[in-house]
């Protein structure tokens, strides 16, 4: 309504309707089957033209009026009114819309039809049985008039407006019920005034339900500004067994800025006291963002006793400049059970330990060099024991040719030589926990370097041969010495503070090549199939470091003459020295294959499965020199279906107790035989849904979820940040789901084998289903059953009823003891007009 005063001056000029009388003798009527007409701005100085259309018009010079009859509308820049009859009286500045008669009812009440409409682009229209307008002092009113204003309509006998912006509303209602003459549910008040698009104050108010008043508050103030905006977060009433009744999430959200906002909470309980949650928010958009929250805790919820308990959780992520990020995600409790016994998630109140990570990462683009440095935090919560790694620095320097290829220069055979460099440096520290046995007090550190050197060919076209040498060097802070103590007949070490490094390589060269293979099945939907085969021979060596040449090992004699190798380097963080030399011949034979799949015309190339093969022989053992041929299957055929399998098979036979092997292959005495299986186990895993077809029409027609009132997820309201229990994502899935039924069904079987006897076998299924049993009433069911052992781990049941501005959900988890009850409107603006029931489970933040 904010230019309906320009618009009503244009409109009701006595100077412009004069060109238009003259035209018709005064007192008369001019008329036809649509009259239009427009005034343009150079005629009256105005902002825009105005437009106007009615069937009839009729100007009385004496009666100093104009009256519009018949489908009238009239438009000026982004406001239109529509009405049956519009009159203007130009001695009173005022202009009156209102319907036409149209018929009676059973009382003789005369209906009206055309009534008002009063819409400004990018509002919602005004609807009345009568509007008024002065347009001198820009001033007027609706008669019993309906408007919408998100989040919902509101509705008053009488609607004046006192400013540009101002709405005074006699007897008037509020409600998000989209029935218009008998809502299930609005707030009245007698008086109200209505600021557009900032607030609405209201004095009394009264709820009513089904026309019954239920509450009643002397006033309220609501507000109407869209986006986020600071403001108080109305507390949740109920009742546990722990602390009784209780006003939880009560507290203010502060909209600081557009770069952060922060949420302070409070719960009162009536046996235990106060506990409080808050939660920091930050972003700014290609720079930063995070959030920090926490929990804090006077007394226990269950007992009351003074016992002060708390949670931090931070996460961050922030960009520095254009190649180097900085991230880091964490969570810190006051005690080992606080996860256990207030997470609201059932996933962390299983976890068995709480994980940080502080990470940074820098790049170069232009040498392709990377550097990484990282914090990590990890907190047993059954032993209290904390383990922690800092610093642990990485920097590598990717693969490159030794003699780089000049420009316009030819490309020669020692182009193919090139290098890489890494290095790592690391420290651990351990920190025992109250329930830690054995484990005392330490840090250690290292400083690895490794590089490598490589050189690539091809060989008779189809082979490719590479040849590297790896060399490695540790760096440690203190190390072992040994001590023979001839009592204990063992030796004993001694840490000595003091710089050593320990110097290791090796070589290898290997060789591969593809083979292809195509076979064509006819009369057939997969019409081809390719077979991909790359088998690869690589020869590895490197001496025993052991040697006490090396001086890396000290060796000693106890009392039997056995030789004892004591290790100066054991339990750095990088391993231990090598214990034996390599010389390994490794085989190995991967199989990809694929398939041309057509249908409907259509072709598609699709992955079937993949096939490999892997073993090795040791030139250095003296029996046994074949390893065991490892075999595995992936299926590659569909994301819904996983097929994986594995095989280990011996090309030696077994001894007379059937689990020693003995140096004779398996076709020695036997003649041909295939090698000897040792173990297998396969594992499927596949999930499927199952739903009837979806009807066009009706997917025209289904709705997003209810996201009046958010923006970016934020509540209008400020709703709390923290996680809340009656939000439940599945119910809330289930309140938007329309089909008629679901199923969605998850299958993981597992079975070992091996030699002789050893069986060991896994089902388990994860089932959702999902029944629309109405219009209205919907039921959602989830398990967890492990078939093998005949066990259900976890039930939930949960039942929707749509009650049209209302909703009621009903949650049971009879695994925890739990369920709750809640009847709430559906307006996200009023998700906090609701009653809630609950039993069992615990107190949830």
């Known amino acids: 309504m904010k230019l309906l005063a320009v ?107 055309d009534l008002p409409v009063l819409t400004e682009k990018g509002n919602e229209p005004i609807r009345g049985q009568r509007l008024e307008y002065n347009f001198k002092n820009q001033r007027g009113k609706i008669l019993v008039a309906r408007t919408k204003m998100e989040p919902g309509y509101y509705q008053g006998q009488l609607i004046k407006k006192v400013g540009k912006k101002t709405l005074l509303i006699r007897d008037g209602y509020f409600t998000t019920c989209e029935l218009s003459d008998h809502p299930h549910f609005y707030f009245k008040s007698q008086k109200m005034r209505v600021i557009v698009n900032k607030r609405a104050v209201a004095k009394p108010i009264v709820l009513y339900i089904a026309d019954v008043p239920i ?83 006077p007394r226990d919820i269950a007992t009351g006793r003074p016992l002060r308990r708390w949670r931090i959780s931070f996460a961050h992520s922030q960009r520095l400049g254009q190649t180097a990020t900085l991230s880091g995600r964490g969570t810190f409790v006051s005690d080992r059970t606080f996860q256990q016994q207030y997470s609201p998630d059932i996933r962390q109140r299983l976890n068995q330990s709480l994980t940080t990570n502080i990470n940074f990462r820098k790049s170069w683009p232009t040498s392709k060099n990377s550097l990484s440095a990282s914090l990590t935090r990890v907190q047993n919560l059954q032993t209290g024991q904390i383990d922690y790694e800092f610093p642990n620095v990485v920097f590598s320097m990717p693969s490159r040719s030794l003699f780089p290829v000049r420009k316009g220069a030819r490309r020669r055979w020692y182009n193919e030589i090139r290098y890489s460099y890494r290095t790592n440096l690391k420290s651990k520290g351990v920190i025992p926990g109250e329930e830690s046995v054995g484990v005392q007090r330490s840090v250690k550190s290292a400083w690895v370097h490794t590089g490598n050197i490589s050189f690539s060919s091809r060989v008779l076209r189809y082979f490719s041969v590479q040849q590297s040498a790896r060399f490695q060097e540790l760096w ?14 063992a030796a004993v070490p001694d840490t000595v503070k003091a710089f050593r490094a320990r110097h290791t390589f090796s070589f290898n060269m290997g060789a591969r090549t593809k083979i292809y293979g195509i076979w064509n099945i006819p009369l057939s939907p997969l019409r081809v199939i390719r077979h991909t085969m790359e088998p690869s021979v690589s020869f590895s060596l490197s001496p025993d470091f052991t040697n006490p040449a090396y001086g890396y090992v000290q060796v000693f004699r106890d009392s039997t003459g056995r030789v004892i190798k004591k290790d100066r380097f054991a339990g750095n963080l990088f391993g231990g ?119 066009k029409d009706e997917k025209k027609k289904d709705v997003a979820p209810d996201t009046a009132g958010v923006i970016g997820g934020v509540p209008l309201g400020g709703g ?126």
């Open 7 to 113: 618009f009503l001056v244009l409109l009701g000029s006595p100077g412009l309707w004069a060109q238009e009388a003259s035209l018709t003798p005064p007192d008369t009527a001019r008329s036809d089957t649509l009259l239009t007409d427009e005034i343009s701005a150079e005629d009256s100085g105005l902002e825009g033209p105005v437009k106007y259309w009615a069937e009839s018009i009729y100007f009385s010079v004496p009666n100093q009026t104009t009256t519009l009859l018949g489908n009238v509308k009239i438009e000026y820049q982004n406001i239109t009114l529509t009405a049956g009859k519009v009159v203007i009286e130009w001695d009173k500045n005022r202009l009156i819309a209102e319907g036409v008669p149209d018929s009676t009812d059973s009382l003789g009440n005369v209906i009206y039809k």
């Open 577 to 695: 020295t090598t214990g034996s030399a390599v010389r390994n011949v490794n085989i190995s034979v991967n199989n990809l294959f694929q398939g041309k799949w057509i249908r409907h015309k259509e072709e598609k190339k699709i992955d079937l499965f993949r096939v490999s093969l892997r073993t090795s022989y040791n030139f250095l053992r003296d029996s046994l020199k074949w390893s065991d041929i490892n075999a595995s299957l992936n299926s590659l055929l569909s994301r819904r279906l996983k097929i994986n399998a594995s095989a280990t098979y011996s090309l030696y036979q077994a001894g007379a107790d059937g689990r020693r092997t003995v140096d004779r292959y398996v076709w020695e005495g036997k003649g041909f035989a295939l090698p000897r299986l040792l173990r297998w186990n396969v594992s499927v895993s596949t999930e499927f849904q199952l739903r009837p077809p979806e009807d």
């Open 720 to 845: 709390p940040l923290v996680t809340d229990i009656t939000r439940d994502p599945e119910l809330e899935a289930l309140a938007r789901f329309k089909l008629p039924w679901q199923l969605n069904v998850r299958l993981d079987y597992r079975y070992s084998w091996s030699a002789p006897r050893f069986l060991n076998r896994s089902l388990d299924a994860q089932i959702e289903a999902r029944v629309q049993l109405t219009r209205n009433w919907r039921v959602n069911y989830n398990a967890q059953v492990d078939f093998i052992n005949k066990t259900l781990s976890y039930q939930r049941f949960a039942i929707y009823r749509d009650l049209h501005c209302w909703e009621m959900s009903f949650s049971w988890q009879p695994t925890f003891g739990f369920y709750q009850l809640e009847i709430r409107v559906k307006a996200s603006a009023l998700r906090d007009l609701k009653i809630t029931k609950t039993a069992g489970g615990r107190a949830v933040f």
């Open 476 to 489: 440690v802070p203190e190390y072992l010495e040994y001590r023979w103590v001839d009592s204990l007949n």
């Open 215 to 297: 509450a009643a508050v002397p006033f309220g103030v609501f507000p109407l500004e869209r986006g986020r905006r600071s403001g108080f977060i109305l507390p949740k009433y109920g009742e546990s067994r722990f602390g009784g009744r209780y006003l939880r999430q009560f507290g203010f959200y502060w909209a600081a800025s557009d770069y952060w906002d922060a949420t302070l909470l409070a719960d009162f309980y009536e046996r235990t006291g106060m506990a409080f949650q808050g939660e920091l928010r930050y972003k700014k958009r290609y720079s930063f963002d995070g959030n920090v929250n926490g929990v804090f805790m």
